[in-house]
């Protein structure tokens, strides 16, 4: 044997590094599985995450390869930028064109995901107006009469002089028309815009940023950002706004009020959230992504007498669905169905051997999760025409609103039939949490609105006197760069501690609910007195879930129902109000985070954000947009300082109005602090 390779074959083979649970996540569920998958020798998310790292030039956002004289990469001198700032790329493309254009492309992304969620919700909207399927209906005919002005649309008719109702059908059709024009008219702008209030409608039409049309303005960030067109970075920024608009009062608002139509509106209701809701004897069906139509029809078909009879014959007990990401929000919000993780425990859904079908329409979704599938029973599903996978154990079942209640019946039988398949490998944590999800603009009002008024005359009330220090919208995703859930858990409970409600949606009102913050019950241990007082007498968590992704519309709605409340300024930018994103990592969090900006909002992102590259690009993004928008981006890793930073607006904004002093009368005594020490 040659010599060189006797060596190789003596060389002892290296084991692979793998995650410590412990480190990898705060939640003791999800520490156990990736335990479990490892000694399966499954691979997860977590153990990649330490075996590559990420590239040092794309987190600070220099590296371009818009052309393919590239990638140009310029990263940031180790000593600093000193005078002026000579890196260019062969084009001569600054670090700030390169990081703005980087920065562009993300909003753009982020808009068309959500958008294009919104528009196949709307295609499905016409369909039902038309009257082409029967298996939707129109579920929530108030919240269709009270959109439709949005729209132009009318509601009343004359008849022989008289104002009479106009036919619930013709309204439906007319706004299903509009909403669909919304992505592509020639002339105009978006039609929801006019909803925001005043002052900032005027300071967009003012700055010339009200988006046009959806789509117009996502292809045009495309344009701007191709080799050799703009090169100014605030002129780019300009259009991110557009888009970003377009996205959180266009495309997400959209989605979230015609499901609202279609599926019912959220109200509060009583579920849990933790892979503990999955069940050893039912047939487990994990629903993953983000478009909530054909999750709808699952939820029926696996609730009808059939299918529980037919999963009878097979030896389960009943059908145990459960959510992953934000279709499992949808659901949640208006069935109560539990969701069993955030993002980063979608593959440990599986790892439990308990998986008898995993569906899964877009967004969010790992290709690993055919491998993870592979090792185990779980049936993988893919449903929507535009988000496949490549691996052979994947089946793909196209979801048609024509024949939705079949489609879904098809996988829900699919699932049944997987459950006597399962292997010996069941291991399913016992972690689970009581939550009560489901708030709204509209429930918030009920709760929290005066008793004659159709306001949010009580909230804007006792923030003025101090019991609410603030409002914070904590959203977004896990990132497997940090400790999964840590930043959520750490920023929000020091919110709450400080009297600073949250509203939350995304994975981060996953997060809440597995930790038991999404309970009336939280208050009492987690609040600081003020917001104690509130949440004990209104019977309501401290964290309100409003929803998914594209819910995020619903803070901004929620803000402006505030803002019209009165006692609390003219504008978003005025109120004692933050946004954060603590482990963001979606393209969709940075088109969010924008509108949110543009909204008014300080809003602060965890982990990295890819401009520090380019420091006067960052500046504008840290700094001037305030001056502009009214509100601006900041970046902190450690969610304690976010806290702070965001505990320091609000005040800001406290003194501002006039009302800081109400607040300095709200004392903590000794037993409150000794409760909250506790
Ligand atoms: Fe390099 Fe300019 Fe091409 Fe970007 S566009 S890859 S900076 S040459
Ligand atoms: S699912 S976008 S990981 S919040 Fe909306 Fe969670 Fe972020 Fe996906």
Redesign the pocket.
Known sequence: MPETIDKKLAKPEKAKKVADPVAASVDQATQQMIRRAQELGVETIFDRAVTMKPCNIGIQGTC?????????RLPLPKSGIEGEDER??????TAN??AA?NFARMVAAGCAAHSDHGRNVAEVFLSVANKETGDYKIKDPNKLLAIAPHFGVDVKVEVDGEEVDRNLDEIALEVAQKAMAEWGKPEGELDYLKRAPKPLYERWQKLGVLPRNIDREVVEIMHRTH??VDQDYKNIVKQCTRAALADGWGGSMMATDLQDVMFGTPFPLQTEANLGIMKEDQVNIIIHGHEPVLSEMIVAASQSQEMIDYAKTKGAKGIQLGGICCTGNEILQRHGVPPAGTFLQQELAIVTGACDAMVVDVQCVFQNLANVAKCFHTKLITTHPIARMEQDNVTHIEFDEHHAMEDAKKIVKLAIDNFENRGADVMIPAQKAAQVAGFGVESIQYHLGGTFRGSYYTLNDNIINGRIRGVAGVVGCNNARNRHNEAHLTLVKELIKNDVIVLTTGCNGIACAMEGLLTPGAAHVYCGPGLAEVCETVGIPPVLHLGSCVDNSRILLAATEVVKAGGLGNDIQDLPAAGAAPEWMSEKAISIGQYFVASGVYTLFGVNLPVTGAPVFQEYLFEELEKIYGGKWDLAADPIEMARKMIAHIDKKRKELGIDKARERVLMDMADRQRLEA
């Not at 371009?64 to 140009?72: D, L, V």
């Not at 260019?88 to 493309?93: F, H, N, P």
């Open positions: 371009c390869k818009n052309c393919a004289m590239g990638p140009c260019k790329g062969l084009c001569g493309a064109t390169i254009r080799m050799g």
